[in-house]
């Protein structure tokens, strides 16, 4: 049987092969998705519907890319978008 690394172990590991530069650049990308995170949740406890998607991806030329995001807002209260399960059913 395989032991599963987690996330933690996973990026420790990652980040021993990666400059200082991109271990930077990390740390900034998983702050501002811990703020993003943050940002949605308040939203939807205020009652708004949001839905994270990408818009693009940007290269960077060295064999590097990155999802660029967009959110798709829904003011007021929305229903949860159907399945394939809930159309079969329906």
Sequence with gaps: MTRK??????AEAQSTRMSSEQ???IRMVANDLHRLNQS???AVDAGVSVEIIRSARHHGGTRSWGDLLVPIII????EEPETETDLAAG
């Design 75 to 78: 003011a007021g209260a929305a």
């Design 23 to 25: 271990q930077s650049a």
């Design 40 to 42: 949605v949740m308040k």
């Design 5 to 10: 690394i987690n996330v933690k172990e996973r």
